[in-house]
């Protein structure tokens, strides 16, 4: 019918404004470290064109890589990604990004890592034909430590909600 949401509503061109909250497990490389919990409250924005989306994601001191101990970072990614369409609204976004994470002890920037991201596994709704939602189940961030060969991996649950008018 006339009211039906059609499956190509994400054709065209959609600038998206927006934030993304979840947290989730992290653990070092060395399979003898504990697990420990982590934490992510960011802006994000970018464009999308006939389902393929860019964009930057940034975090200014909110994103805990560690809780043990506390560990808040600026974290700042740039990423490109595909909705792949499911079923009329819904898609199944997937998404690489690359930029970095640095840590702030006490107020001071510590090393600055090299933050990688995949999302591979999350849904995407389209709603009232400019809202946005996304679910991670989960984001995948990676901080390299290139100085030290040592990385940190950390899986984001996280919901995304961002407005993306037509443009």
């Given at each position: 019918?006339?009211?039906?949401?059609?499956?190509?509503?994400?054709e065209?061109m959609?600038?998206?404004?927006?934030?993304?909250?979840?947290?989730?497990?992290?653990?070092?490389?060395?399979?003898?470290?504990?697990?420990?919990?982590?934490l992510?409250?960011?802006?994000?924005?970018?464009?999308?064109?006939?389902r393929f989306?860019?964009?930057?994601?940034?975090?200014?001191?909110?994103?805990?890589?560690?809780?043990?101990?506390?560990?808040?970072?600026?974290?700042?990614n740039?990423?490109?990604?595909?909705?792949?369409?499911?079923?009329?609204?819904?898609?199944?976004p997937l998404?690489?990004?690359?930029?970095?994470?640095?840590?702030?002890f006490?107020?001071?920037?510590?090393?600055?890592?090299?933050?990688?991201?995949?999302?591979?596994?999350?849904?995407?709704?389209?709603l009232?034909d400019?809202?946005?939602?996304?679910?991670?189940?989960?984001s995948?961030?990676?901080?390299?430590?290139?100085?030290?060969?040592?990385?940190?991996?950390?899986?984001?649950?996280?919901?995304?909600?961002?407005?993306?008018?037509?443009?």
């Amino acid at each position: 019918g006339g009211g039906d949401m059609l499956a190509d509503e994400l054709e065209g061109m959609r600038a998206h404004l927006g934030i993304i909250f979840g947290g989730g497990p992290s653990h070092l490389d060395d399979p003898a470290d504990f697990v420990e919990g982590s934490l992510l409250f960011a802006l994000k924005g970018g464009i999308l064109i006939d389902r393929f989306e860019v964009g930057l994601e940034f975090a200014p001191a909110t994103y805990v890589i560690t809780f043990n101990p506390d560990l808040p970072s600026v974290h700042l990614n740039a990423y490109a990604g595909y909705h792949i369409p499911l079923y009329k609204s819904v898609s199944w976004p997937l998404r690489l990004g690359i930029g970095f994470t640095t840590p702030t002890f006490d107020g001071e920037a510590g090393d600055t890592l090299l933050a990688l991201r995949a999302d591979l596994i999350g849904v995407s709704v389209l709603l009232a034909d400019q809202f946005l939602l996304d679910v991670h189940l989960p984001s995948l961030r990676i901080n390299v430590d290139t100085q030290n060969d040592g990385a940190l991996f950390s899986y984001i649950f996280a919901i995304g909600a961002s407005w993306a008018p037509k443009l």
